[in-house]
């Protein structure tokens, strides 16, 4: 009886364990036997023989709907495994693993594409891609799973804070995750109706300047006061750290690191420097309020998949199992307009880079033009006759002054 091996890396996302679920019972059917394997990456690494734990008809009948992962998961970055990658693919041998489905990122990804490589046919591999920063790039524009219920959630959140905004007659900086990209972020402030949302694509440059970002803020809030509103949400894409300079960012915050060696972009607390810049700035032209700065993130990870998550990932557990069955391996499974299709891992990596390609935001779609024309936020006509005499009038500056002070935020 030929071995199945399910393993999951990276961070957790909604819609893992129907991932589980399904390619389990898919494989069991067709008389495979199932294991998982227990703590993602790390114990194959350490040569753990016990992280291997069989997986039954029964052990996964009702787990589709539950947040989480019932194998756990770990963040393990090639770089620092390299020496150790034999004693992983030992660990496969000793498990008698012939098929393989990798759940995860693009870490995971190219972790899967490593060992498809290493094992020369004795393995064969497939991934099921899960994130919620849904940056991988699938065919169709296809969401990775993970990203609808993390939208839906972080949508809920945002509607009770916009509202307490209201109340309290205060604004939010809320700090959305994203490594890499704003999809996350545009996502939940485009449904939820957030004041403005701020995405790294916006900024075309390697590396932005963080007072820019700051006086996109304050022109924002400004925008607000000349309309007769005290209050706001600013959604913040966990992405900008990533493009401003660490030197510059250091002067705010202590920067921390991961396991991997990674900066823990979700440990730096974006919206409270941006917070306490924007309020000095501000109380400077003479105007006070109360800004609250919050993250939004984990609590998006583990929460229970809606329906579109439950179904999206059942159909990609089965998928990946009917794939590896039929003989196929060195490919992710994808759902595209009600059909399965395996793309090749090659398509996906940049070999130049050795890194796995990142799916950005495209600013030039209707997609994010409809997002950007409800924002409120300075744009190009904002520095043009009646409207730049209210703007600067609200900070008692000279029309002059107002556009020397913000005008290259819109340039």
């Not at 753990?48 to 069989?54: F, H």
């Not at 002070?405 to 819109?410: D, G, I, N, S």
């Amino acid at each position: 009886m030929d071995t199945l091996g399910i393993i999951v890396g990276g961070g957790p996302a909604p819609g893992i364990n129907g991932t589980i679920s399904a390619a389990t019972i898919e494989a069991i059917n067709q008389g495979k036997k199932v294991i998982g394997i227990k703590g993602g990456f790390k114990p194959l690494f350490d040569g753990n023989l016990s992280c291997a734990v069989p997986l039954s008809v029964d052990d996964v009948s009702r787990i589709h709907t539950l947040g989480g992962s019932i194998l756990r998961t770990s963040r393990e970055h090639a770089d620092r495994v390299k020496e150790r990658f034999p004693i992983l693919m030992e660990t496969l041998k000793k498990l008698e693993i012939k098929y393989l489905i990798t759940i995860g990122g693009d870490g995971t990804l190219f972790m899967a594409n490593w060992i498809e490589r290493e094992a020369r046919g004795d393995i064969n591999v497939v991934h099921v891609p899960k994130t919620i920063d849904n940056d991988l790039p699938l065919p169709g524009g296809a969401p990775t799973f993970g990203y609808e219920t993390a939208r839906h959630w972080g949508v809920e959140i945002v509607k009770n804070i916009m509202e307490d905004a209201k109340v309290t007659a205060r604004w939010y900086f809320l700090t959305i995750m994203g490594r890499h990209t704003g999809h996350l972020a545009l996502g939940v402030g485009k449904a939820a109706g957030a004041t403005l949302t701020i995405i790294p694509e916006e900024f075309p440059e390697d590396k932005i300047s963080f007072k820019k970002v700051a006086d996109i803020l304050i022109g924002a809030i400004i925008k607000r006061l000349s309309m007769g509103r005290d209050h706001g949400v600013a959604i913040l894409a966990e992405g900008l750290s990533e493009k401003f300079d660490p030197e510059e960012l250091s002067h705010y915050e202590q920067l921390e690191k991961d396991e991997t060696g990674r900066v823990r972009l979700s440990e730096i607390q974006l919206g409270r420097i941006m917070k306490n810049f924007v309020k000095k700035s501000l109380e400077n032209m003479g105007i006070k309020l109360t800004i609250v700065d919050k993250n939004i993130g984990y609590e998006l990870r583990s929460a229970n998949p809606i329906p579109y998550d439950i179904e999206y990932t059942r159909n990609l557990g089965y998928g990946a199992v009917r794939y590896l069955l039929r003989g196929g391996t060195g490919a992710i499974i994808t759902f595209e307009e009600g059909h399965l299709r395996p793309i090749p891992f090659v398509e996906l990596i940049d070999y130049k880079t050795g890194k796995v390609k990142i799916r950005k935001v495209d600013i030039t779609s209707e997609n994010y033009e409809v997002g950007r024309k409800y924002m409120i936020r300075l744009e190009a006509e904002d520095f043009e006759e009646e409207r730049l005499k209210a703007l600067a009038s609200v900070v008692k500056m000279s029309e002059q002054e107002f556009k020397e002070k913000f005008l290259y935020v819109v340039t």
